[in-house]
């Protein structure tokens, strides 16, 4: 699975969007882009996942860039509940495993 | 309705003693993972079942570790003569068919190895 890089740790104001960024510029043209979070303490959160195109859910959306060498995760309105570590994930379609780097530590301050 | 669930959440045992963790996947879920976190190793996978088969367990970091799916439903994870450096959180997660179907993880169990 191609490797992902993001940044070790964000701030972000209570009500404001969250705008995690990820790299991943070795991604095969089978392979999608996955979100988890992990909050402190609790096993990892499934957030969102996409090929090609934008996605959003009710938790977050999900900006893919053409080329698909990045993407970047958007918490529209972040609360103080969304601080967590989240993780971008790249996993082809046939694969099975979900493997993890080391995240985002996103602190939202009141 | 009801998550993953795991047991026990806690675990503390004396080193060369053997443990057995518990994980109920959510029902109807055919795909069941282990993975387990560490603060030297971060995340890291250990083995996937689909059904009762495990067609991954290449992330088993040694032969003291086995798992064990029956029913296709719950899975059990043995460790052998426990190490020091099997401490760590065991987390398991479930999806509907595996593959791209997200995984949903349990709380997972604490294990301290003394």
């Known amino acids: 699975d191609a490797k992902t890089t993001q940044p070790t740790s964000m701030d972000c104001a209570e009500g404001r969007a969250a705008n995690l960024p990820c790299n991943h510029s070795?991604?095969?043209?089978?392979?999608?882009v996955y979100w988890y979070r992990q909050i402190h303490s609790q096993g990892p959160q499934y957030i969102i996942h996409?090929?090609?195109n934008n996605e959003t859910n009710e938790m977050a959306s999900l900006i893919i860039t053409e080329d698909r060498k990045s993407s970047t995760l958007i918490l529209p309105h972040a609360t103080l509940r969304d601080t967590a570590v989240y993780y971008c994930i790249v996993m082809e379609t046939s694969g099975s495993r979900l493997t993890f780097g080391e995240g985002t530590q996103l602190t939202v301050n009141p | 309705g009801a998550g993953v669930s795991q047991s026990p959440s806690n675990k503390v045992t004396e080193k060369g003693k053997d443990v057995e963790l518990r994980c109920d996947p959510i029902?109807?879920?055919?795909?069941l993972y282990w993975y387990r976190q560490s603060l030297g190793q971060g995340l890291e996978f250990l083995i996937y079942f689909q059904g009762n088969s495990a067609p991954d367990k290449s992330g088993l970091p040694s032969d003291r570790f086995s798992a064990e799916r029956t029913g296709g439903s719950v899975s059990t994870l043995t460790i052998q003569r426990t190490q020091q450096e099997d401490s760590a959180v065991y987390l398991c997660a479930s999806s509907w068919l595996g593959g791209l179907y997200e995984q949903y993880f349990g709380p997972g169990t604490r294990l301290t190895v003394t």
């Open positions: 029902s109807g879920h055919t795909a």
């Open positions: 070795t991604i095969s043209g089978n392979e999608y």
């Open positions: 996409g090929l090609k």
